[in-house]
């Protein structure tokens, strides 16, 4: 491992650090603290649920999907349009295992 690789590794630990124990110092229980957590990272799954059924899917227009989910998916139809967009079959090709093998090959 690089040392700019140990040196990032130990930004991210640090920074979890802070986010994960920063409030029990404040005295906030870790029980709190961890369902409002798993709260929060559900909320922005379901939220953020139709940008990433577009990336899932390779579409095309993954970008567009993902800035109307963004600006417009508070409002329940945007939300909607965003979802139904990304189940739209605009997406591109899937590579087989063997071009897949192939492209790396060629590198």
């Not at 965003?82 to 590579?95: D, E, M, S």
Request: with cysteine; net charge positive.
């Amino acid at each position: 491992m690089s040392d700019g690789a140990i040196m990032n590794l130990g930004k991210v630990l640090a920074i979890a650090a802070v986010i994960l124990l920063g409030p029990l110092v404040i005295g906030i229980p870790l029980g709190d603290w961890i369902s409002s957590l798993c709260f929060w990272l559900l909320v922005g799954l379901g939220y953020f649920f139709p940008t990433l059924i577009a990336w899932s899917r390779l579409h095309r227009n993954t970008l567009a999907i993902g800035m109307l989910n963004l600006f417009l998916g508070w409002t329940f139809l945007g939300w909607v349009v965003a979802l139904v967009w990304a189940c739209t079959n605009n997406v591109a090709p899937r590579p087989t295992p063997v071009q897949q093998f192939l492209a790396n090959a060629k590198r």
